[in-house]
Structure formats: C-alpha cells, structure tokens
C-alpha cells in the first residue's frame, strides 16, 4: 500500500508518517523545503519497518512547484491508496488587524493547495476505482471564536470542500473524510498565547493536549477497511470540549 502525506517533517505529520510506515505502508513523505535530519529519519524509518519511504519537496505556496511534485508521484504509475492532507499554516488576528494578502496567503495554502493536490491524486484513484483521503481540518473550522479569521475561515472551507469531495468520488469508491483536532502538541499550536490555552484546557473533559501519535491513530484507522463504510465524515478530537 502506498501513502502520500504533506507536512510530514514535524508534529502531526511527523507522527503520521512513523505509524503508516509501521503497517507496511510506503510513503511520499512531502515537505516545504530539503532538511538532512528530515531525511535521516525516514532512512531509519524505512529501514525499522522494511518500506519504502521517499522524500518529496514543494512549497504548498507555489502552484507549480504543487503540480509540478504531485504530478512526478503520479509518473510513478503506482496506485496511491491514501492522501493526508496534513499541511497547512497557522494565523492569529481580529477581523479589522488582519490583512487581505494575510487571508490570502492563508487561503493559498490552506485551502487552494489542499483543492489541488486532491484534483491531481482524486483523477489516479478514479482510475484505480478506490482511495482514501484525509484532510486535516481543525475545531477552530466547527467552533467560532475571534481573533481567528484567517486559520477558522480556511479550515470551514476545507471541512465543506471535504465533505463535497465524498459526495462526488464516492461512487469511484474513493473516501473521502476530515480530522479535526483541537489542542494538540505541536509547533504550530504555539500560536495561542498561553492564556488563550489554558481558557481551551479548562473546557475540555480530559483537562489535557492532545498528542500527535494520537490523531495520527485516527488517521490509521480512517485509512483501514474497518472504517470502509466511513466517508464525508469530520472527526473530531479535542480533548472533549462539550
């Protein structure tokens, strides 16, 4: 089974990676840009777990160099059985302090890249007639709070655009599902002041972060045929903020 999954250097997709590999997975492990350590862990990982695990460059920023890596995975004419659409950029900021070229820049990676990198491996899986995808969306896509415009706003528009893509791949027999985290471990959750933290942590019925390798489990499991009746699907996991 092969697996491709953007934002695989650090936190989430870190994690992503380390637990497909250990199920036989072969992986296009994507990043922004060329990081030594980055590739001597997925040496050590495809030589744990006996895989083949491949490194793949591109800034979700840049259309073509988007189309351009995508399109080299595709050459390599073998089924690709699962999208993560893990990567993505955070933003703090009120609606009146946050700027149109911020929104849009925003936009271009959170949304725009996601749409794209989905049209190019959505057209290989109709082929295949089979496929999962998962994109990453958020909480802070279901739940409305202010001071996050740009990172809320991008995340609903994926979670609508997730659950649309089901409608219309399902009868390839392509799923098509979210995951939404809410406080997790990871560089990108610094962006919260830590009072802004602690606020979320108190609401929560587990009263703790969440932990990469666990939302990389859900993946696994959305992946798995024990979730095959499951598509347009976003599951949460935040911790239980009820």
């Known amino acids: 089974m092969?697996?491709?999954?953007?934002?695989?250097?650090?936190?989430?997709?870190?994690?992503?990676?380390e637990n497909?590999?250990?199920?036989g997975y072969d992986i296009w492990a994507c990043a922004r840009k060329y990081n030594k350590d980055f590739e001597d862990h997925l040496r050590q990982l495809a030589d744990k777990y006996h895989v083949d695990i491949q490194p793949v460059y591109f800034d979700l920023a840049d259309t073509e160099q988007t189309k351009a890596a995508v399109t080299n995975i595709i050459k390599e004419k073998k089924d690709i059985d699962v999208l993560i659409n893990n990567a993505g950029i955070a933003h703090g900021g009120?609606?009146?302090?946050?700027?149109?070229e911020k929104m849009k820049e925003v936009y271009e990676v959170n949304v725009f890249a996601q749409v794209q990198i989905m049209q190019l491996i959505a057209r290989r899986m109709m082929k295949q007639k089979s496929g999962c995808i998962i994109n990453m969306c958020s909480v802070g896509g279901i739940e409305t709070e202010p001071g996050y415009l740009a990172y809320g706003s991008s995340k609903a528009a994926l979670i609508w655009i997730t659950r649309s893509a089901a409608k219309e791949l399902g009868k390839y027999n392509i799923?098509?599902?979210?995951?939404a985290p809410g406080l997790v471990e990871t560089d990108m959750g610094n962006y919260k002041s830590e009072e802004e933290k602690n606020?979320?942590?108190?609401?929560?019925?587990?009263?703790?972060?969440?932990?990469?390798?666990?939302?990389?489990?859900?993946?696994?499991?959305?992946?798995?045929?024990a979730a095959s009746y499951m598509t347009g699907h976003i599951m949460v996991l935040d911790g239980g903020r009820v």
């Open 94 to 100: 009120l609606l009146t302090m946050t700027p149109i």
């Open 20 to 23: 497909f590999a250990s199920t």
């Open 2 to 17: 092969n697996a491709v999954i953007t934002g695989a250097n650090r936190g989430i997709g870190k994690a992503l990676t």
């Open 199 to 225: 606020k979320v942590l108190q609401r929560m019925s587990l009263g703790r972060t969440g932990s990469p390798e666990e939302i990389a489990s859900a993946a696994l499991y959305i992946a798995s045929d």
């Open 175 to 179: 799923r098509v599902n979210g995951i």
